[in-house]
């Protein structure tokens, strides 16, 4: 299997910065897509960030221009950068993996093919 870790989480002012981790470990798969979502309370899991095996990446349009995600092969570690936070990115943050063959444009929408799920982090921005 997988294990996802995170960590990072906090609590900021709004237009502070925050930076997650993500520590993946266990079976590596030749294609993969990685991922960013959270889940604020009431609200259903909503993509933020994704990343696939080729080098794509996208974006949810409400965090474009202020997240931004990257992956360090060298320490398996996926991160999200988030600038300019504002009381609505207030939410548990998960990063998960699928070894399914999606690109990062179908994976923010489809967080239900995401097989491995890290605990979650916190992120609370306070205005």
């Known amino acids: 299997g997988v294990q996802l870790a995170e960590s990072g989480g906090g609590s900021v002012q709004a237009g502070e910065s925050l930076k997650l981790s993500c520590v993946v470990s266990?079976?590596?798969?030749?294609?993969?897509?990685l991922g960013w979502f959270r889940q604020a309370p009431g609200k259903e899991r909503e993509g933020v960030a994704a990343?696939?095996?080729?080098?794509?990446?996208n974006y949810a349009d409400s965090v474009k221009g202020r997240f931004t995600i990257s992956l360090d092969n060298d320490k398996n570690t996926l991160y999200l950068q988030m600038d300019r936070l504002k009381p609505d990115d207030t939410a548990m943050y998960y990063c998960?993996?699928?070894?399914?063959?999606?690109?990062?444009?179908?994976?923010?929408?489809?967080?239900?093919?995401?097989?491995?799920w890290g605990q979650g982090t916190q992120v609370t921005v306070s205005s």
């Open positions: 998960a993996k699928t070894p399914l063959r999606m690109t990062a444009f179908q994976a923010l929408s489809a967080p239900m093919d995401f097989a491995y």
């Open positions: 266990g079976y590596t798969y030749n294609t993969w897509c």
């Open positions: 990343i696939d095996s080729d080098g794509s990446i």
